[in-house]
């Protein structure tokens, strides 16, 4: 390709804003991250939001609460011993009657109960 003096030329002068540099990670305080964990393990927590308002990611709260629960140095459950654990039990059971258990009662039904009463039934056996 020759260059020739009559030929036109087109510039294009493209400008850029520079990249904000990356933050310095920060350096927390031992006590700091301990009180932080122990308000992420109080029931009905949003672990999230503990760490939004302190200005730390979620997943970087998350690392410290699973490492401090791996060290042994905390416990996650904070119920009491003495607290009684309930469980429900359901046993599957050849025949048209039914039987399902849910801490102390026992609901036995038989095979053609409509779907919606064996609900009702099931959540008030819940609440009682």
Sequence with gaps: MSDTVNQTRAFEVLTATPIATRRKPRDWPDDEKAR???ATLQPGVNV???ARGAGLDPSQLYDWR???VASGSIAPLSKSVDAQVRFAQVEAVAGSAVEIVIGDAMVRVGGDIATEHLVKI?????QA
Excluded: F, H, Q
């Design 66 to 68: 699973r490492k401090a």
């Design 122 to 126: 099931l959540r008030a056996v819940r």
């Design 48 to 50: 999230s939001a503990i």
């Design 36 to 38: 932080l964990v122990a």
